[in-house]
């Protein structure tokens, strides 16, 4: 247990800061909420976040505490580390597949259900190189014209 | 005579047309359970508005078929792609993924459709048969139980998704509950933490925040996760052993009366059931250390109880009018559209309806058992596709079940951001779960919390004086502080008298032996 938590110490500070100044912000605009003062303080709206961001905000120090043990504080990027970041593999992945993921959310509802959907199945397999090109188009059509097809006219959902 | 009536109802839905509309709707049931995004609730919703000028009967069976397929249907994409379809299965997950991957998807399928199964016959038996008896246990929870029962749920939820390190379990409930109080506040129409921003009023729906946490973080995963090991695909034996089911019959009886009793709960559902169901067959283990691992005992243990839930949850459905969970809210709902009119006078006015409703449900489980395992070799052909084709078409139906709610843009909005923090929460060690089930239970831990406070006028002494609330604290004592050494040292030395009885008891009939 201690080595787990030895071995996360840095990303725990950094959560645990980032936690605590949320709890403290919440805290911040719950005492700040009405009071209601003729049904009473526990009939306002604040009291139940006020509670649970001082739970949250006592777990966030322990978690501070626990990473400062362990020297999680001692965060240092250095230029080699940044590169090997930005360089590797697993990072570009994400980016293409969340930048996808944005545009596809952006041009719904801009463009027909269907292409937009065919288009967003495209340049993903084709970003991953999932598959050939003429199948990868027969795969993203037929995907995207079944599911418009399906929900929109049998089961009768609204689409984007 | 309960059991004769139950039997004659069974006996005139054994028709042609009548299976044939059960089968459709627990497959149709299946398939909403299997997409993320498209939950039970979803299902019925849609299914009430086509069915509408149906022959109220079939409308109903059809409406029963989703729930009991969809409740299960959800495991299936939480045992195979680690995406639970519905809440009900964010359980399954947690031993239904690890022993896809160990190349076992299809016994645990099988498994998952067999505790199902046995789960619906234990909700079967307690809507026919102890629905005025479990009804009156119901009405005794006021705002101060339900209140720590939503308390319970999340500390729960945070201890057995973080089992290394509780502490962020518990944190990431914390700040499902807090997320959970953006929007109008429903006692004083105060809206909170909104920041102008008029969509923002009606709180965060459920499905965008479930589809985000989960779905959304699981595909991102995927897809930028390289170095991840291709799925697994055995298929092997899809029928489970017997001797595993014989094995587990405690686990399925405990796992399916806590099924039936946290059903039977209003407003509670399906989630909680199975995530309790789950923390008691860890604790009664002898190979605790197995769970979340690819526990055969955990898969079971959730799968009987979110099953057993859906019976539990139309007892007060039928008894009182008050809903279980959401899905039997829509549920009833639907019952009020078609003439039915449930609650205490049912009984009176429609004396045979209870028992009619009940086969109609022993019929749909029989189908979900008979579907399930029958397709259960087919649906393993998921696996070979590869997931940088399968993730992207998840996705879109993804964007479908976000934007079918309630047809806003803003849901698709906050699916992302949810995504996004579920992600980071993930790398950060974080679990989901809680978040999600802090989402689901603040808004009751709030309301009951406050309204518990106003009718004891500002008093907190009834918080604590029921039976059912010092029940549920110790519960939520032990939940937090059961395993640390001074609480677990004092436990074990109330208990050594016990121990020791029973040891010399076993002893003795050893000698005799």
């Known amino acids: 247990m201690q080595d787990k938590h030895k071995e996360t110490a840095k990303p725990d500070f950094i959560a645990a800061v980032v936690l605590t100044l949320l709890s403290l912000s919440i805290l911040g605009i719950s005492l700040a909420m009405p009071e209601y003062a003729r049904q009473g303080a526990h009939a306002a709206p604040s009291l139940s976040p006020t509670i649970f961001s001082l739970l949250m905000l006592f777990c966030s120090l322990i978690l501070l505490v626990r990473s400062v043990r362990f020297r999680g504080y001692g965060i240092w990027i250095s230029r080699e580390m940044f590169l090997q970041f930005v360089r590797s593999r697993l990072v570009h992945n994400f980016v293409a597949a969340f930048s996808l993921v944005l545009i596809y959310a952006f041009l719904l509802g801009k463009l027909h259900f269907a292409l937009v959907s065919a288009l967003y199945l495209f340049a993903n397999i084709l970003y991953f190189r999932s598959t050939g090109l003429l199948k990868n188009l027969i795969i993203s059509v037929l995907s995207s014209v079944s599911i418009w097809y399906c929900f929109d006219s049998l089961f009768l959902i609204p689409l984007p | 005579m309960g059991l004769v009536y139950l039997f004659q ?253 946290i059903g039977i709960i209003p407003g509670v559902g399906e989630n909680i059931g199975s995530y309790v169901a789950y923390d008691f067959a860890k604790r009664a283990s002898k190979k605790p250390e197995e769970f979340g691992k690819g526990s055969i005992e955990g898969l079971i243990a959730s799968e009987t109880a979110n099953n057993a839930v859906v019976g539990g949850a139309l007892v007060p459905v039928l008894a009182l009018a008050i809903p279980g969970s959401p899905p039997a809210a829509v549920l009833l709902a639907a019952l009020f559209l078609h003439d039915v009119r449930p609650g205490p006078l049912l009984m009176i006015e429609q004396p045979m309806y209870i028992y009619t409703f009940s086969a109609m449900f022993g019929l749909a489980t029989i189908a979900m058992f008979v579907l399930g395992i029958g397709i259960v070799k087919p649906l393993l052909k998921i696996l070979r596709i590869k997931r940088t084709i399968l993730m992207p078409i998840v996705f879109v139906l993804c964007m479908v079940g976000t934007y079918a709610i309630s047809g806003r843009m803003f849901d698709i909005q906050v699916m992302i951001c949810f995504g996004v923090l579920g992600f980071a929460m993930r790398k950060l060690g974080f679990p989901e779960a809680p978040l999600v089930l802090g989402i689901i239970l603040g808004p009751m831990v709030d309301e009951n919390l406050r309204r518990g406070l106003i009718l004891s006028g500002g008093g907190i002494a009834p918080f604590f004086s029921s039976v059912i609330s010092i029940l549920l604290i110790t519960a939520i004592f032990f939940t937090l502080f059961g395993r640390t050494k001074p609480v677990s040292s004092v436990v074990r030395a109330f208990f050594r008298p016990v121990t020791l009885l029973a040891d010399s008891v076993k002893s003795i009939f050893r000698t005799r032996k």
Request: net charge neutral.
């Open chain 2, 9 to 261: 109802e069974f006996i005139k839905l054994l028709n042609v047309t009548d299976l044939l509309y059960c089968l459709f709707s627990v497959q149709l049931g299946i398939i909403f359970g299997m997409l993320p995004g498209l939950t039970a609730t979803v299902g019925i919703a849609i299914l009430t508005a086509l069915t509408f000028k149906w022959d109220p009967g079939n409308a109903i069976l059809v409406l029963i078929g989703i729930y009991v397929g969809a409740i299960y249907g959800g495991s299936r994409t939480a045992i195979l792609l680690n995406i639970p379809g519905t809440p009900a299965s964010a359980a399954t997950c947690l031993d239904g993924f690890p022993l896809s991957r160990t190349g076992k998807a299809a016994e645990a399928l099988g498994l998952a459709t067999t505790s199902s199964f046995l789960g619906s016959m234990v909700g079967l038996i307690a809507l026919a048969f102890l629905t005025p008896l479990l009804a009156d246990t119901a009405l005794k929870f006021k705002s101060y139980e339900v209140f720590w029962l939503g308390v319970f749920g999340v500390a729960i939820c945070g201890n057995l998704t973080a089992a290394t390190d509780p502490l962020k379990g518990w944190i990431s409930g914390i700040l499902g509950i807090l997320l959970s109080f953006v929007g109008m506040e429903a006692i004083q129409g105060y809206g909170r933490f909104t920041f102008g921003v008029s969509e923002l009023m009606a709180g965060f729906s459920i499905i965008p925040v479930l589809v985000g946490t989960y779905a959304l973080v699981e595909i991102l995963s995927n897809l930028s996760d390289v170095e991840t090991p291709s799925m697994v695909t055995q298929i092997g034996r899809v029928l489970p052993r017997f001797g595993d089911i014989v094995k587990n019959w405690v686990n399925i009886v405990r796992s399916g009366l806590i099924g039936v009793f």
